[in-house]
């Protein structure tokens, strides 16, 4: 049976994932959705998507779609996420998740009553080297983890449009690179929960209403503290995006 797919966003993001559904046996991308006639066109011509929709709400109309991969502005994660479930659909949602914790958990929630598949894109869990690493940790080679240094740098550069803005993005940098240092830290210490968070978070290299550093010493349930470096346009960073 093949997987029929369908991307709302057609940026960056999207893009990727349209190429890994289009080179993949088992799945076809069928639709892409975007309030961006020309942009949603570019995308749908180099794939050789047929349907097109201009919102979510069109998309689950029309039916005949198994799985919703949503990578649109974050402020849309969460409603385009919810209403994919509720149709009946999987659902891949880019990271991260929601504006905040109530709107992620209404996700979870969301997926459970649905009793369909929703995956958070934290694509650093899939790295080769990052799967190896975990390897090691769960199998005791290295012993009890005491501490944790992450690393969601962009060094001399930031992005633009609406990732600077707060009420589309909800975040700066902490919610784009920060994300990933987080979740890879949290992948290899074992998935405990959090204990307690301190963050300093600042805007010093741009003129936005979102931050742009950022670091956070985050205890885990397990006793693990990591310590998280976040930024954007930083003048050095310590080690590669989500190196752990």
Same mark, same amino acid.
């Given at each position: 049976?093949?997987?029929?797919? #369908?991307?709302?966003?057609?940026?960056? @993001? *999207?893009?990727?994932?349209?190429?890994? /559904?289009?080179?993949?046996?088992?799945?076809e991308l069928v639709a892409v959705v975007n309030h961006r006639p020309?942009?949603?066109?570019?995308?749908?011509?180099?794939?050789?998507?047929?349907?097109?929709? #201009?919102?979510?709400?069109?998309?689950? @109309? *029309?039916?005949?779609?198994?799985?919703? /991969?949503v990578a649109t502005p974050n402020y849309l994660h969460a409603p385009q996420t919810i209403a994919a479930l509720g149709a009946?659909?999987?659902?891949?949602?880019?990271?991260?998740?929601?504006?905040n914790a109530a709107q992620a958990a209404a996700m979870v929630k969301a997926g459970q009553v649905s009793g369909k598949y929703l995956m958070v894109g934290q694509c650093w869990r899939s790295d080769e080297e990052m799967r190896w690493l975990g390897a090691q940790v769960a199998a005791g080679k290295l012993g009890e983890i005491v501490r944790t240094k992450s690393y969601g740098v962009h060094t001399n550069w930031g992005p633009s449009g609406w990732f600077t803005q707060k009420a589309l993005a909800?975040?700066?940098a902490l919610v784009d690179m920060g994300v990933h240092a987080i979740d890879t830290a949290r992948f290899l210490a074992g998935d405990p929960q959090p204990a307690s968070v301190y963050a300093r978070l600042s805007t010093r290299y741009g003129d936005y209403?979102?931050?742009d550093t950022g670091v956070l010493v985050i205890t885990w349930s397990n006793g693990t503290v990591s310590c998280v470096?976040?930024?954007?346009?930083?003048?050095?960073?310590?080690?590669?995006?989500?190196a752990t």
């Open positions: 049976m093949t997987l029929r797919i #369908a991307i709302a966003g057609t940026g960056w @993001a *999207a893009t990727t994932h349209a190429t890994a /559904v289009y080179s993949t046996s088992g799945a020309d942009s949603m066109q570019r995308l749908a011509d180099r794939f050789g998507v047929r349907r097109q929709y #201009a919102d979510v709400e069109a998309l689950l @109309a *029309a039916g005949e779609v198994d799985a919703l /991969v009946g659909l999987h659902v891949l949602v880019e990271k991260p998740m929601a504006l909800g975040g700066g209403d979102v931050d470096d976040c930024g954007w346009w930083q003048p050095h960073m310590d080690g590669p995006e989500a």
